[in-house]
């Protein structure tokens, strides 16, 4: 499985942006999905997941009501929508898969639920 982000890039605190993840070498359709970001110096966190039937999301307080993770099935792809960003949004942000028996993904934030990886995208926010 190869997952490969797209869609970073460089934006004034306040705008948008919407991050997709291509997966290839396998149909993703039974895995949960999640992205994660990694500020320089800080380690990886959690940002948000969705379960594989797209019924089930989960959000990091940090950006809840900002961020909206989406799954296209047909196009084995999935999106972070990123709206009002902040400075402290900055990061490489990466794709995540996993499978997750479960219908839903709350509290599926930790990286070990999650076997595939992106090689990430970077976001930088500016003031």
């Known amino acids: 499985v190869q997952l490969v982000e797209s869609g970073g890039g460089l934006v004034q605190a306040g705008g948008s942006l919407r991050l997709s993840c291509a997966a290839s070498g396998r149909v993703l359709s039974s895995y949960a999905m999640a992205w994660f970001r990694q500020a320089p110096g800080k380690e990886r966190e959690f940002v948000a997941a969705?379960?594989?039937?797209?019924?089930?999301?989960y959000y990091a307080d940090s950006v809840k009501g900002r961020f909206t993770i989406s799954r296209d099935h047909a196009k084995n792809t999935e999106y972070l929508e990123m709206t009002s960003l902040k400075l402290e949004d900055t990061a490489v942000y990466y794709c995540?898969?996993?499978?997750?028996?479960?219908?839903?993904?709350?509290?599926?934030?930790?990286?070990?639920?999650?076997?595939?990886w992106g090689q990430g995208t970077q976001v930088t926010v500016s003031s």
């Open positions: 969705i379960s594989w039937n797209g019924g089930s999301t």
């Open positions: 995540a898969a996993g499978f997750v028996p479960s219908p839903s993904v709350e509290g599926r934030s930790s990286s070990h639920d999650y076997s595939y």
